[in-house]
Each structure stands twice: as structure tokens, then as C-alpha cells.
């Protein structure tokens, strides 16, 4: 049986200005400012639409000054690496693609990383180790939701951990490439064997991902 739109959602993770060439002091990820039309195609698919923002505050204490300092060790408990200061709300970079909704419009909004010492990279919990929930696995539970397609930035952080979060918490996952970058080429190839080595269900165009979202579900 095909799958019908209300039991599949779109998540766009981390869809912001900040990881783009947009905003080059900050997270820039090549290629991070082209992925909104695929993103609002994954939705045109889906019955529910759900995405998140970074909020950090420019002090919190993993942020340091250069690029060339990044990805350190912090020796926080809840923030693992160092990073420079990004999706500071109120800058260009906290800002979603321009080709997205607002996140008023959303069905369902997360905001991460707003406590200054606790930085993960998953959507779904407001920490690294998986224990306080941003809701968004029960909404989608309590919506029905069986399958979930996502996309965003950056695919190696923030992404690979959502759709790991998601398909631990039960949900069928497809990643769709075309609405994904990587930080890094490397970073990004290796996510992508991981996720499909666990199961998640890899997407590489259109065509593709409308074949995997209507195919059969358990309900």
C-alpha cells in the first residue's frame, strides 16, 4: 500500500544563514545557501512540517575568536569542541534561508543551544547525551508520524545526529541528499556510509525520494 501524506513528515535541521557563504565569519558551508527549494520539495511531500534554528549566545564558553582554533577539545561536560560564535539571535545569521517559511509557519519549531554551556547538534534533545527532549520526537509521535525525510546543515553535525535521534526513537528515516552539505567532503561522505550502514534509507534526487516516501510503511 502507498504511504499517505499525514503519516510522513519534513524536517529542515539547522536551515540557516549562519552555515552558508552568506555569512563567511561565521559557519560557512559551501553550496549552504542552494539547499531551500529542495528542502520546501521534501515538504510538498509530507503532511507535517517540522525544522529547527542554533540560538548561542556570542560567550558561551566553547566560542573562540578564529577558525584556526575550531574543533578543539573544551573539556565541558555538555559542549564537546570548540566553535566561532554563530546563529547569534538577531544576526543575518540566525536566519532561516530566505526561501523558507517563517518559523511561526512551521508545524512544529525547535530552538537549540540556548543555554551557553550546553551545545549539541541533534534536534531532537537540548543535549549531547540524549536526556532533555526539544518535544519534537512526541509531537511527531502524537501526529501520527511514521516517516520522516530530512534535510539541512550541516550533514556531519547537526543533521547525521537528527536523523540518528529519529531512527532510534523508532521513526522510518530518509535523508535527502540534494537538501544536505557538509561541513566538510570527507565529514559528509563518512556520515552518509554511517547512516546507511544503520539503516536509514539514503535519497540522491527527486525522483528517488517521491519512489521512498510513497512506498510501504508499517502502520
Known amino acids: ?7 510522513v513528515a519534513s524536517f529542515d535541521v539547522d536551515a540557516q544563514k549562519s552555515f552558508t557563504p552568506l555569512c563567511p565569519a561565521e559557519l560557512p558551508v559551501a553550496g549552504g545557501d542552494q539547499i531551500g527549494s529542495e528542502l520546501n520539495y521534501m515538504a510538498s511531500l509530507a503532511g507535517r512540517r517540522v525544522g529547527s534554528k542554533d540560538a548561542h549566545t556570542p560567550h558561551a564558553p566553547w566560542v573562540v575568536s578564529h577558525h584556526s582554533e575550531m574543533l578543539q577539545p573544551t573539556g565541558l561536560v555538555h559542549a564537546d569542541v570548540t566553535w566561532v560564535a554563530h546563529c547569534v539571535p538577531g544576526t543575518e545569521g540566525f536566519t532561516l534561508l530566505d526561501e523558507l517559511p517563517t518559523p511561526y509557519d512551521y508545524d512544529y519549531f525547535i530552538w537549540k543551544g540556548v543555554e551557553p554551556d550546553l551545545h549539541p547538534y541533534g534536534a531532537c534533545f537540548h543535549d549531547l547525551h540524549d536526556k532533555l527532549s526539544t518535544g519534537v520526537i512526541e509531537y511527531l509521535n502524537a501526529q501520527g508520524i511514521r516517516r520522516v525525510i530530512v534535510g539541512g546543515l ?4 547537526c543533521v547525521k545526529t537528527t536523523v540518528l535521534q529519529l531512527f532510534k526513537a ?23 556510509d554511517h547512516l546507511a550502514q544503520v539503516g ?3 535519497s540522491r534526487s527527486r525522483e528517488e525520494l517521491a519512489a521512498m516516501v510513497v512506498g510501504a510503511v508499517e502502520l
Do not use: N, W
Open 1 to 7: 500500500m502507498t504511504v499517505p501524506k499525514t503519516v
Open 154 to 157: 550541516a550533514l556531519d553535525y
Open 170 to 192: 523508532g521513526f522510518e528515516v530518509i535523508l535527502h541528499l540534494p537538501a544536505c552539505r557538509g561541513i566538510s567532503e570527507e565529514g559528509g561522505v563518512a556520515a552518509v
Open 200 to 202: 536509514v534509507m539514503i
